[in-house]
């Protein structure tokens, strides 16, 4: 955080003493000094993942848009379940596993996910009857969810580069915290106009200040799911000679054998849903997980969801015979397993149905500008100071716009053509940022504020336009009038950030 | 129903966050009821969300509101200034300024990156294989102290300028903790 600020006005009147210990400048100077020095380091990454993440709130919601057509299911009876799954196998009956997603209040659809005889992987929509009605083509709900994960980098790899985001990420909020004295003094002051620095220290303090639950909760969550391959590698490696399944068994609940030989019978769906249901009557079971289906080693781990809950659910591991053999422990075992079920619902904010969905993507927002006021300031600063870097502020503005520019120029050619999102993403996000040979900092803003509205506007359109009379999900009426909502909002502050004409 | 009780809840904390920038706004006796009452009722809104939302849903829940409607009344109380008009400035803290020695930029981007990671994954280890517990919480409490400490050595190594004092620390503390955790090498 910046510690900027201005000496208060004659009409403003005095605050009365701090509350806050004082703090020894040299310590807050040392700690500005390494704060600004990892935050530049950093920032377009964090930049990335937090912008990424903030839109990663509502994949589920992004998909459904992407095919508004599929049926909209908010229950399934447990044969509907078992004949979805077995139409699937049926497709492929060598397969090794088969995936299946039931209806839940944020995906309320029948799905089941399985390979191909080639190894290509597929995910099958179904009816209430358990009918296959379609492939699931999702493209750029999975680009943008593989941005934010992995980066679309190798998963070793890309969850470390995350991971390593997310630290510095939280490295940044405790040397920020430390470096800002006046936490309480300035806690309501918002200051817009004038000093461009006073401005943006404002934005980049009042923002981390009172979102600052969210900010360590976001942090340290996604860096110890970006982390966990290197942290499980090296526990593996202290412990098990490198073997990390090992360290994985201890959290996949009670094993079952590997026996290849072929069953009497293929797995039951339906009769496990119901001896579950019978066993756990307040749980919903939101997805199975079938393993070696029609072997005589055939299981499979089934989710279950009890409603208040913040843990991502209780996971029970079934027999080819529908026994249920026990419970991993996500909710009922140590505190280290119920702690681990609340990591990807607190991480994406997937606990509280959409009013925290939105406070997520609000608050990852303004985390996201966050990590650009904070690269803004210190640009300012060597302004102030004499030392401009122009060449800098254009570029770093420039790739601030462009990625609400990329995604939306990806979404809107993933409609129409079947090139990869990622490639569109990436080909915008260079062209965007090469803006910065040409124009000036409040030009390149400005235009691509505009740009991103125009795309998101046309993304809209064309999105009805596609799939004119057979929209079955609300849903996607609401993502297509957001997405108008937000291209208002950029155009608005393009209007609003125009120059006035003096009298 | 249960996500609504979330949104029943955020007057709570939006009354709190009045009170609180009430007993900001100016100076008067009232002012250390005002932020008492502020805070309270923050803790009031966590407290009633348990029993409606969950123990463990609830709290996180009001805290992501409470941190929504908290920006909304700071962005409401945004005051404009004149773009033309250069407001004076206090002697706002400046970032130290240090001498430019490469020796020591590659060093301290050494000790803020791999050498700290290094401890705080010994410090994670070490509690995974040595505290006791179950393994599985061992493990899960050790995993989340790695970022955690990563996190703040890199933010001492990069704002102390007794740089070898912190590359001393950390390398001990890489090799006690290590050095424990391979030892007994076994959960």
Not at chain 1, 66 to 78: A, F, K, N
Not at chain 1, 192 to 207: F, M, P, T, Y
Not at chain 2, 170 to 180: F, R
């Amino acid at each position: 955080m910046d510690g900027s600020t201005t000496a208060p006005t004659k009409a403003k009147p005095k605050v009365g003493k701090p509350i806050w210990p004082k703090v020894p400048a040299e310590f807050v100077r040392a700690m500005l000094a390494g704060h600004s020095a990892l935050g530049l380091a950093f920032a377009a990454l964090i930049y990335v993942v937090c912008f990424s993440g903030s839109i990663a709130v509502f994949t589920y919601e992004f998909m459904r848009w992407e095919q508004p057509e599929r049926p909209v299911l908010h229950e399934v009876s447990p044969q509907a379940a078992d004949a979805a799954f077995r139409a699937v196998l049926a497709k492929n009956p060598k397969a090794h596993d088969l995936f299946i997603r039931l209806p839940e209040p944020s995906s309320p659809r029948l799905s089941v996910h399985g390979d191909d005889a080639q190894g290509g992987e597929h995910t099958w929509y179904a009816d209430a009857t358990g009918k296959l009605v379609g492939e699931q083509k999702t493209p750029w709900s999975t680009f943008q969810a593989t941005l934010h994960t992995v980066l679309h980098l190798p998963r070793a790899w890309g969850g470390f580069i995350v991971g390593l985001t997310g630290v510095a990420l939280l490295s940044s909020l405790v040397s920020g915290v430390l470096s800002h004295p006046r936490v309480f003094k300035d806690a309501f002051a918002f200051r817009w106009g004038g000093s461009k620095r006073l401005q943006e220290a404002d934005l980049h303090n009042r923002i981390s200040v009172w979102g600052l639950p969210f900010h360590l909760i976001v942090s340290l969550t996604g860096a110890f799911l970006g982390l966990t391959l290197i942290i499980v590698g090296v526990l593996a490696l202290a412990t098990f000679k490198g073997d990390t399944s090992k360290a994985y068994a201890l959290f996949t609940g009670p094993s079952v054998k590997d026996d290849p030989r072929p069953a009497a019978k293929v797995i039951d769906i339906a009769a496990i849903l119901t001896n579950l249901k019978a066993r756990y009557p307040d749980a919903r079971a939101s997805y199975l997980y079938v393993e070696h289906p029609g072997e005589t080693g055939q299981h499979a781990s089934v989710n279950l969801v009890t409603e208040g809950r913040l843990s991502r659910g209780e996971t029970v591991i079934v027999d080819g015979t529908a026994k249920i053999l026990g419970e991993v422990g996500y909710e009922s075992g140590s505190v280290g397993l119920r702690v681990l079920a609340t990591m990807t619902p607190l991480h994406f904010g997937w606990f509280g149905g959409w009013p925290i969905k939105v406070a997520y993507l609000l608050l990852g927002l303004g985390l996201t500008s966050v990590t650009s006021s904070g690269v803004a300031i210190w640009l300012a600063r060597r302004r102030d100071k004499g030392r401009p870097a122009p060449r800098w502020e254009r570029v770093w503005t420039a790739f601030v716009w462009s990625q609400p520019l990329g995604y939306a120029v990806s979404a809107l050619a993933a409609l129409v053509v079947p090139a990869p999102p990622v490639a569109v993403w990436g080909a915008v996000t260079l062209l965007a940022t090469a803006t910065a040979i040409a124009w000036t900092p409040k030009a390149i803003s400005a235009a691509l504020r505009l740009a991103t509205a125009g795309f998101l506007v046309l993304t809209a359109i064309v999105h009805v336009a596609v799939n004119a009379g057979r929209i079955a999900d609300p849903v996607a009426w609401i993502i297509d009038a957001s997405l108008i909502a937000t291209a208002a909002i950029l155009a608005g502050s393009v209007w609003l950030s125009r120059p006035k004409a003096t009298a | 129903m249960s996500p609504l009780w979330a949104l029943a809840l955020s007057p709570l904390p939006l009354a709190g966050a009045v009170l609180l920038k009430r007993a900001w706004d100016r100076p008067s006796p009232e002012r250390p009821w005002l932020i008492a009452g502020g805070w309270g009722l923050l803790v009031l809104a966590v407290a009633a969300s348990v029993p409606l939302m969950g123990a463990a849903r609830g709290p996180f829940a009001m805290l992501t509101l409470a941190s929504m409607v908290a920006l909304a009344l700071v962005a409401a109380g945004v005051e404009r200034r004149n773009a033309k008009k250069k407001a004076a400035r206090e002697l706002a803290p400046e970032p130290s300024d240090r001498k430019r020695v490469v020796w020591r930029g590659w060093l301290r981007g050494f000790l803020a990156g791999p050498l700290a990671g290094i401890a705080a994954m010994g410090c994670g280890l070490a509690v995974a294989i040595c505290a006791p517990g179950q393994i599985q919480s061992r493990m899960v409490i050790g995993g989340l102290m790695v970022p955690f400490l990563w996190a703040g050595g890199m933010a001492w190594t990069l704002s102390d300028d007794k740089i070898l004092r912190a590359t001393a620390v950390l390398v001990g503390v890489s090799v006690v903790t290590l050095g424990a955790a391979f030892l007994k090498g076994a959960l």
